[in-house]
């Protein structure tokens, strides 16, 4: 059999909901059938991670901890100690803390984006997933359709041997 569209063609065909001919249909159902389509998004994604990805992973994981914010409470409550009690007489950043407020807007500053980055990619992995699940959803489908056609043609079948089945008996019950 030789081919009009080619897979691509077929199934944006598809995708765009058009006549696609009974042939068309059966060839497409047939390559879909035939290829798998599922991907492993998160081990193509693992692939693709760059040195600065993996670094924005570890700090988003780190940074959105409560580990991390249990840390970092405590750490604002020794400075907060060490400027007003231990170190009273000179301390290294007085009472507004402005020097602690530098620190926790540098962290932020820094931290955002890259939680961001983080994100980001992750965003993309679910958009890689959603479209794999349409994919694995559109050959269930057809699968499924192509099955029921069996399935139906296989009860015509047998309605069709049921009916000729008591044809013949009625014919010999006629002959005795």
């Known amino acids: ?57 570890k700090v988003s994981a780190i940074a959105g901890s409560w580990t991390f914010i ?38 932020a500053a820094l931290q955002a984006p890259v939680i961001m980055m983080s994100q980001n990619r992750q965003a993309e992995k679910d958009s890689l997933r959603n479209q794999n699940d349409y994919r694995i959803d559109l050959k269930s489908e057809l699968i499924l359709e192509q099955i029921d056609e069996r399935i139906e043609l296989l009860i015509s079948n047998q309605n069709k041997l049921i009916k000729r089945i008591q044809e013949l008996e009625s014919k010999q019950n006629e002959e005795q």
């Open 1 to 57: 059999m030789e081919r009009k569209y080619s897979k691509k063609q077929l199934v944006k065909m598809l995708l765009k909901n058009e006549n696609l001919g009974e042939q068309n249909e059966e060839e497409l159902i047939n390559l879909l059938v035939e290829q798998p389509l599922s991907i492993d998004v998160d081990k193509q994604q693992e692939e693709k991670k760059t040195f600065g990805d993996r670094v924005a992973d």
């Open 70 to 107: 249990f840390c970092f409470t405590l750490f604002i409550i020794f400075w907060i100690i060490l400027n007003t009690v231990i170190l009273k007489e000179k301390p290294i950043d007085e009472f507004p803390f402005v020097l602690l407020n530098l620190l926790l807007s540098c962290l």
